[in-house]
């Protein structure tokens, strides 16, 4: 996933559209959903924070290699000496070394656990790269879907305009009673207030994405419209089959429970490596002068000294920390593979859910679109009717409140189905597009 969404950031700077708002001479960014998912990983505040704790992991690792190498200080000691009559000034300095042989393999498994660790932080961040991707589908496709609803409901304001107009013709004249006048006129109103609700809602979902992209609030955004063929793209199925596998092959979620299984047994060998013995050479090169005011280079020459050798420890017995520690190491192994498995079936659990659901909000979609459109005809020939005076206001406003009703689960359901496509598609790892 994580290789999938980084391809989106090529050629960023020149994919963005910018306009300006002649109000504010401000920009505006006008994104796509690949737009949206280029900015959200280039400036996303905690993905940025995900990649430093890889940096620091790495540092970790480099670290852990360099215990390979000699340990070398030096050190410096003067002093002065006041007793009676008689002073003194006294120094020692030395030069020393040491250079680890062996440790039981405690060096080498560190390495391969810190390897682990800072690959592991590597797919930590695809993880929380799956989840923002999946947020920003959310936000983006509700901005969507309130935008939609928005140009259909001031289709049917104006439509209620135009029967309200009707209405207060015809009850000027006697042809309706004033109480079916008053429904319209509460109607209109209704009308104009559902636009003012869906504004907010497509307003707030608008602010909800800034979030996700670490935009400030103040900030000009507009999304832009996928292509007409995408819903249509969408509607291919890929078999239920497919996605699982490709979901146990690809998801972060799987990978980072098998770097824990790698590290767990990794810390059982470096918890055996206390039953070994550690061998280390050392050496050491020193002068030091008794008295540094009579014969001060002459004294550091005499008092050079020189030592090499080697350091060998052996355990013998440490109250049994380093066996309770293996035990330790050993249950922790198992809760690491037992965690493995409940990972890959909550995994392949999640798909099959998400599978089925994608394949009933598809059936609902298309239900639903059937049903919004019936009753926009239905709609439509019963303005006729009373603007004939064939029908009343009640039986013409049940008719706009059905359709109405169809369209709120058109609209739903046809977003709905789409989010829950795409998050197929971050599961299998392939481009989010729209």
Request: hydrophobic fraction near 40%; charge should be negative; glycine fraction near 4%.
């Amino acid at each position: 996933m994580k290789k999938v969404i980084l391809a989106l950031t090529i050629g960023f700077a020149s994919s963005l559209g910018f306009a300006q708002n002649p109000d504010t001479s401000a920009a505006v960014r006008r994104f796509s959903l690949e737009n949206c998912l280029s900015y959200a990983f280039g400036n996303s505040y905690t993905r940025q924070s995900m990649k430093l704790s890889e940096d620091a992991m790495g540092v970790v690792y480099d670290q852990s290699k360099m215990e390979r190498l000699p340990n070398v200080s030096a050190s410096a000691k003067e002093s002065f000496t006041h007793t009676g009559s008689r002073s003194s000034w006294d120094g020692t300095y030395g030069v020393s070394a040491s250079l680890p042989l062996y440790q039981g393999g405690s060096i080498s498994n560190a390495i391969e656990q810190n390897k682990l660790a800072m690959e592991q932080a590597a797919y930590q961040t695809s993880q929380y790269e799956n989840t923002l991707v999946i947020q920003i589908l959310q936000a983006f496709l509700n901005v969507l879907g309130n935008e939609e609803l928005l140009k259909y409901q001031h289709v049917v304001v104006e439509a209620s305009e135009e029967q309200l107009k009707q209405g207060r013709e015809q009850f000027r004249v006697g042809a309706i009673l004033e109480s079916d006048y008053l429904l319209l006129e509460a109607q209109y109103a209704n009308d104009i207030n559902n636009i003012a609700d869906t504004q907010i809602a497509r307003d707030n979902s608008v602010l909800t994405l800034k979030s996700l992209l670490s935009m400030a609030p103040t900030e000009e955004l507009q999304v832009i419209y996928p292509d007409t063929a995408a819903l249509t793209n969408m509607s291919e199925m890929p078999t239920l089959d497919n996605v699982l596998n490709r979901a146990v092959n690809t998801l972060p979620d799987l990978k980072i429970s098998e770097y824990n299984v790698s590290i767990a047994n990794l810390n059982i060998k470096l918890a055996k490596s206390g039953y070994m013995p550690s061998l280390s050479l050392y050496g050491s090169i020193g002068t030091g002068h008794p008295d540094g005011y009579n014969s001060f280079g002459t004294q550091l020459s005499n008092s050079l000294n020189e030592q090499i050798g080697l350091s060998l420890s052996i355990p013998i017995y440490n109250n049994s920390r380093t066996k309770s520690k293996v035990k330790r190491g050993q249950i922790a192994l198992q809760q690491a593979e037992l965690e493995k498995k409940q990972t890959e079936l909550d995994v392949m659990q999640n798909v099959a859910v998400e599978y089925q659901d994608v394949v009933s909000s598809y059936n609902k979609y298309k239900t639903t679109n059937i049903r919004q459109h019936a009753y926009l005809k239905t709609f439509e020939a019963y303005r006729v009717q009373f603007n004939a005076g064939a029908i009343t206001a009640v039986d013409l406003l049940q008719q706009q409140n059905n359709y109405i009703s169809a369209l709120n689960d058109f609209i739903q359901s046809k977003y709905s189905f789409m989010l829950k496509r795409k998050i197929l598609d971050v599961y299998m790892a392939v481009p989010i597009t729209m």
